[in-house]
């Protein structure tokens, strides 16, 4: 079972550049898929991008294609999403979020999920 905990929000300037991470508490996280969605005020929560569990294969919404990046270092129980070029629509809580499908790209394909971390970007 995986405990998920974000860290690396804040507040960013428009064009700024922020590297939020997720560790997995304690556990290992060989065999999870792991997504990253962010939810604006009022909004939906979106899906943003995911990763496979060994790396090899990424995907990302085309909104953040070319700005967002994710990776991660399976020897540190640790998935990162690299953001940058950050714009004020960008500004949301940001969650991070596992399961054991090979693909998955809506938030009810996630049984586990973090707490969430914000991101705000001033204009």
């Known amino acids: 079972q995986a405990q998920l905990v974000e860290s690396g929000g804040g507040l960013v300037q428009a064009g700024g550049s922020l590297r939020l991470s997720c560790a997995n508490s304690?556990?290992?996280?060989?065999?999870?898929?792991v997504g990253w969605f962010r939810q604006a005020p009022g909004k939906d929560r979106e899906f943003m991008g995911a990763i496979s569990w060994w790396g090899g294969t990424t995907s990302y919404v085309d909104p953040i294609k070319g700005r967002y990046t994710i990776f991660r270092d399976n020897a540190r129980n640790t998935v990162y999403l690299e953001m940058k070029s950050l714009k004020p629509e960008d500004a949301a809580v940001y969650y991070c979020?596992?399961?054991?499908?090979?693909?998955?790209?809506?938030?009810?394909?996630?049984?586990?999920w973090g707490q969430g971390t914000q991101v705000t970007v001033s204009s």
């Open positions: 979020a596992a399961t054991s499908l090979a693909t998955a790209t809506v938030a009810r394909q996630y049984p586990y």
């Open positions: 304690g556990r290992t996280f060989t065999g999870y898929t």
